[in-house]
């Protein structure tokens, strides 16, 4: 499938988009408030455009996560996906609320350590593991390694044995499952570069019980991301559950089954599962199986929590259609360029969020056509020196961003209660060539 199906109801309101999202609130005066903040204050402080998340939604969202597995009598451990937001102020805030992490290369398994999450808490998973990366990971001692191919596990055994460490690993397999997600974010189908084919399972995991210096501990699957329905996940889920009474069957042990993320979040306010589903459909699944869970959320924790706050350089006429140009640009958001990503734009002064409305497409300053974040979406006027707040930004947003452009990497703000702490300043200008050399 090319991407996941275009959206058949109306873009939610202004005053909608605000209320569905705890965090936000309007005030007559002060304006749009990231809880007890005025965002305004934000602009004052560090300009635009900025990114801000809120301690308080990432502590809600990982609670509410937390609950739904303890409620559904499930023995779980919660392994934060770094890639979607890598920040050390979020990692040591959700790895004080008990999360380990899950981790795709050397760089975030060292940012977790540096953020004090335990080693032992600590899943690797990735198709691409150097031998660097390996050897960091049995120096650490972490708690998982999710092999990815029977030349990994290979490569895996002889660099433990040069060592004299166990790797504990898991074997990721490929459920062959759609997931019904965009195609460049679906990752548990035949053809997709990630996992061990199901049919190569049995064999291979009675391969690694064989070589030295292996302890095969259980099953991981990950099946994409931003999933908006459950019947993908039932189908995997049944998948590797067959596959651990199988396993079994054959004498071998299997402690673990890391069910991995994708949880979707709701950025046009449409309905989807959340975690209290997603925790049933893993208590359907495996709770007669006496297995240790492991969930690997990013997007569904962090996602919501964060907004990008950009400032309006110009409104323009062209061609009978509305331009609203940005100072944030597709080098700090690249999901709209990348994926057609929605996301609700919002203007954070009192006025404007409830003034009347018309079409426009919301543009940034690259010189690039695709850096575009929204088009025909209902806003007011919106004047120079405006400030809107793009939502559901805090993953896959500032870890994704570059100085595209000579374009500094914007300020990162954490908010919490009336507490405003710059977790990131603004990139300087010099710090963008700075170490480059130029030959004689």
């Not at 965090?23 to 635009?48: K, Q």
């Amino acid at each position: 499938m090319a991407a996941a199906s275009e959206p058949t109801t109306p873009d939610p309101s202004i005053a909608e988009l605000i209320a569905r999202r705890p965090h936000l609130r309007l005030h007559a005066m002060d304006g749009l408030l990231m809880e007890d903040v005025p965002l305004n204050h934000v602009v004052d402080a560090v300009g635009t455009p900025t990114w801000v998340y809120s301690a308080g939604a990432l502590r809600a969202r990982y609670r509410a996560l937390a609950q739904a597995l303890r409620t559904a009598g499930l023995d779980a451990q919660i392994h934060y996906a770094v890639k979607a937001n890598d920040h050390l102020a979020i990692l040591a805030l959700l790895g004080r609320e008990g999360a380990g992490a899950d981790v795709v290369s050397g760089g975030e398994l060292r940012r977790a350590r540096a953020a004090c999450i335990s080693a032992s808490q600590i899943v690797y998973s990735g198709v691409g593991k150097t031998e660097p990366e390996l050897r960091l990971a049995l120096a650490e001692d972490i708690g998982q390694i999710n092999v990815e191919s029977a030349e990994e596990l290979h490569t895996l055994s002889a660099i433990a044995v040069s060592m004299g460490r166990t790797a504990r690993v898991t074997l990721r397999i490929n459920p062959d499952v759609d997931a019904g997600t965009h195609d460049k974010i679906s990752t548990g189908r035949a053809g997709d570069k990630f996992g061990i084919p199901w049919s190569d399972a049995v064999t291979l995991y009675a391969e690694a019980a064989a070589l030295p210096s292996i302890e095969p501990i259980g099953i991981a699957t990950h099946i994409g991301s931003q999933i908006m329905e459950l019947a993908p996940y039932r189908a995997a889920f049944a998948r590797i559950a067959e596959l651990v009474r199988a396993l079994r069957d054959q004498g071998h042990s299997v402690r673990v089954v890391d069910c991995g993320g994708g949880l979707g979040i709701p950025y046009r306010n449409d309905p989807g599962p959340g975690p209290d589903a997603l925790a049933g459909a893993i208590k359907a699944a495996f709770h007669n199986l006496d297995v240790r869970v492991a969930l690997e959320p990013g997007r569904w924790l962090v996602g919501p929590a964060g907004i990008l706050l950009a400032s309006v350089i110009l409104q323009k006429q062209s061609g009978g259609n509305r331009f609203v140009v940005l100072d944030a640009a597709m080098n700090d958001l690249v999901r709209p360029a990348m994926y057609d990503a929605w996301h609700g734009i919002v203007p954070i002064a009192a006025a404007a969020a409830v003034a009347p409305v018309s079409h426009c497409d919301i543009v940034g300053p690259v010189c690039e056509t695709g850096d575009t974040f929204a088009r025909e979406r209902l806003l007011p006027s919106l004047n120079a020196g405006a400030v809107v707040a793009i939502l559901d930004a805090g993953a896959y947003g500032a870890v994704m961003s570059s100085p595209y452009n000579a374009r500094p990497r914007a300020a990162e703000v954490l908010v919490d209660g009336a507490a405003l702490t710059v977790i990131r300043p603004r990139q300087t200008l010099e710090a963008l060539w700075a170490g480059e050399v130029i030959p004689p």
